[in-house]
């Protein structure tokens, strides 16, 4: 094989051969994952519903955590909710917001609410209700938690969200994750987001300044 024809082939291959997380320009990933459980007189009907969503943690992204908390502003912060069925806009939702303190570091907080019918009754997140704050040097730290439990009597429905970091290596381990859609703080798109039609639950992401 000539020389010039080796070196296209073996360029071909590399192309071919690298993994896919390789074209997103990125070392890592927001996952957002949103479980809902059933239980009927005691026992579990087991997972429901498990989705994720993920958000790559590119340059562009990091660019826009523009100004940090001072005394007349909150600063920049990344807000992403969601998490609530499509055929109940009441149920179960999530509040994630992201930013950074004053001395670089990231400052986390997450937060639920909404109703669940459980065998007829309708009952509220807010008894009880529990916000979740985490401080982080960097996002590679992140891994958080935050669990729902309604009951009545001998029924009960669990919620529970996730937000963790995931390298681009391990992202696609588990099988595909639909990106977020994510708009920068003038509205417009950072990222236009997967077709996400099929799925039960939704979530959007957005910059806010404080």
Same mark, same amino acid.
């Given at each position: 094989?000539? =020389?010039?024809? &080796?070196?296209?082939? &073996?360029?071909?291959?590399?192309?071919?051969?690298? =993994?896919?997380?390789?074209?997103?320009?990125?070392?890592?990933? &927001?996952?957002?994952?949103?479980?809902?459980?059933?239980?009927?007189?005691? #026992?579990?009907?087991?997972?429901?519903?498990?989705?994720?969503?993920?958000?790559?943690?590119?340059?562009?992204?990091?660019?826009?955590?523009? #100004?940090?908390?001072?005394?007349?502003?909150?600063?920049?912060?990344?807000?992403?909710?969601?998490?609530?069925?499509?055929?109940?806009?009441?149920?179960?939702?999530?509040?994630?917001?992201?930013?950074?303190?004053?001395?670089?570091?990231?400052?986390? #907080?997450?937060?639920?609410?909404?109703?669940?019918?459980? *065998?007829? &009754?309708?009952?509220?997140?807010?008894? =009880?209700?529990?916000?979740?704050?985490?401080?982080?040097?960097?996002?590679?730290?992140?891994?958080?938690?935050?669990?729902? *439990?309604?009951?009545?009597?001998?029924?009960?429905?669990?919620?529970?969200?996730?937000?963790?970091?995931?390298?681009?290596?391990?992202?696609?381990?588990?099988?595909?994750?639909?990106?977020?859609?994510?708009?920068?703080?003038?509205?417009?798109?950072?990222?236009?987001?997967?077709? *996400?039609?099929?799925?039960?639950?939704?979530?959007?992401?957005?910059?806010?300044?404080?």
């Amino acid at each position: 094989m000539k =020389p010039k024809t &080796l070196l296209l082939f &073996l360029l071909t291959f590399i192309a071919i051969s690298l =993994p896919a997380y390789a074209a997103v320009e990125t070392n890592g990933f &927001l996952v957002f994952e949103v479980s809902r459980y059933t239980s009927a007189e005691g #026992h579990s009907g087991g997972s429901e519903i498990k989705q994720k969503f993920k958000v790559p943690l590119t340059e562009e992204f990091l660019s826009n955590f523009k #100004h940090v908390p001072c005394q007349s502003s909150g600063g920049t912060g990344f807000c992403c909710s969601g998490g609530n069925l499509k055929t109940d806009e009441s149920s179960t939702r999530f509040t994630w917001w992201l930013g950074k303190t004053a001395d670089n570091r990231w400052s986390i #907080h997450m937060w639920g609410e909404g109703f669940e019918k459980v *065998s007829g &009754l309708l009952l509220d997140s807010k008894d =009880p209700s529990v916000t979740q704050c985490l401080t982080i040097r960097k996002l590679e730290d992140l891994d958080m938690s935050y669990n729902f *439990s309604y009951v009545n009597k001998y029924d009960s429905i669990g919620v529970s969200f996730v937000a963790k970091y995931v390298t681009a290596k391990d992202i696609d381990n588990d099988g595909p994750i639909p990106l977020a859609p994510v708009r920068k703080a003038d509205h417009s798109e950072l990222f236009k987001g997967d077709d *996400s039609r099929n799925y039960p639950l939704k979530v959007s992401c957005i910059f806010q300044e404080g």
